[in-house]
T-cell receptor, first 112, second 115 residues
Framework: DQQVKQNSPSLSVQEGRISILNCDYT??????FLWYKKYPAEGPTFLIS?????DKNEDGRFTVFLNKSAKHLSLHIVPSQPGDSAVYFC???????????FGTGTSLTVIP | GAGVSQSPSNKVTEKGKDVELRCDPI?????LYWYRQSLGQGLEFLIY????????KSGLPSDRFSAERTGGSVSTLTIQRTQQEDSAVYLC?????????????FGSGTRLTVV
């Protein structure tokens, strides 16, 4: 039962344009959402997070939007750069208990 | 099984004791990772197994940490002489191959608390 879903396995974007990565979840009890970036043969690195009480969090070129009514979050990268090419994972946490769920990832390719 | 299974889901141990965490990956997945998530921290890579190749142990924080993968399937992460800073959620993930267009499936983790 996949509680966090990334329905697009891959995305290609032209350099300089906006990249939008999407994530859907099913459990309304999640407290916190995170995005991770992963290069081949390396572990994921933390990018940005958002609390369930917020609808937007911005960090440089990265912005995460949370739509709780739709149980949907998205990561916007603007402008996109070739170095952004990687697999992006969204994750959801319920801080009480032991619930920590990752999506299966979206492979982003930024074309120079 | 249908997903990556980790056991136990929760473990409380006394400082100085050894612990073993288990990961059952998806059948047929050749790549297996261990990570940990400490409170307020990002996901930290620990170790990576790929098929019959020598594992990448570059993320193990000290020689108290070790991992093995038997028969290319089940993996065990062992922490000797646990310390309080070892408290974290330990996550295992597997994938068919370590390629960008392959999905990674994560287990729900083992929450380790060292008291």
């Amino acid at each position: 039962d996949q509680q966090v879903k990334q329905n697009s396995p891959s995305l290609s974007v032209q350099e300089g344009r906006i990249s939008i990565l999407n994530c859907d979840y099913t459990n309304s009890m999640f407290d916190y959402f995170l995005w991770y970036k992963k290069y081949p043969a390396e572990g994921p690195t933390f990018l940005i997070s958002i609390s369930s009480i917020k609808d937007k969090n911005e960090d440089g070129r990265f912005t995460v939007f949370l739509n709780k009514s739709a149980k949907h979050l998205s990561l916007h990268i603007v402008p996109s750069q070739p170095g952004d090419s990687a697999v992006y994972f969204c994750a959801a946490i319920r801080t009480t208990g032991n619930q920590f769920y990752f999506g299966t990832g979206t492979s982003l390719t930024v074309i120079p | 099984g249908a997903g990556v299974s980790q056991s136990p889901s929760n473990k409380v141990t006394e400082k100085g004791k050894d612990v073993e965490l288990r990961c059952d990956p998806i059948s047929g997945h050749t790549a297996l990772y261990w990570y940990r998530q400490s409170l307020g921290q990002g996901l930290e890579f620990l170790i990576y197994f790929q098929g019959n190749s020598a594992p990448d142990k570059s993320g193990l924080p000290s020689d108290r940490f070790s991992a093995e993968r038997t028969g290319g399937s089940v993996s065990t992460l062992t922490i000797q002489r646990t310390q309080q800073e070892d408290s974290a959620v330990y996550l295992c993930a597997s994938s068919l191959l370590d390629r960008p267009n392959y999905g990674y499936t994560f287990g729900s983790g083992t929450r380790l608390t060292v008291v």
